[in-house]
């Protein structure tokens, strides 16, 4: 059974706690700047452990040190609150690299 979709609302309500998050579409976007090549990875790593356990996968392109996360729940045709839920955890990994 797929996750319910977001209301407009509810998804701008969302995007007030996710403050480098952007919504374009059906897809929230973040791109993280890592202090390292090394530290991207690891970034990487972290995000696809949390991923794997929610069953709940990001595309995820790397670009050196650029590390950029979308996300949306496809089988829901949008964004649902396992997006929002997998944007808060990227963001707290992504706050142990500062």
């Given at each position: 059974m797929s996750a319910p979709l977001l209301t407009e609302s509810e998804l701008a309500?969302?995007?007030?706690?996710?403050?480098?998050?952007?919504?374009?579409g059906d897809v929230l976007t973040r791109t993280v700047q890592?202090?390292?090549?090394?530290?991207?990875?690891e970034l990487v790593?972290?995000?696809a452990a949390a991923a794997e356990a929610a069953n709940h996968h990001p595309d995820i392109d790397i670009?050196?040190?650029k590390v950029t996360f979308a996300l949306s729940t496809h089988d829901s045709g949008?964004?649902?609150?396992?997006?929002?839920d997998l944007a808060r955890?990227?963001?707290g990994f992504a706050a142990k690299l500062s």
């Open positions: 309500e969302a995007l007030t706690g996710l403050p480098d998050w952007t919504s374009d890592a202090t390292s090549f090394l530290t991207g990875i790593r972290e995000v670009r050196w040190r949008g964004l649902t609150a396992l997006d929002v955890q990227i963001d």
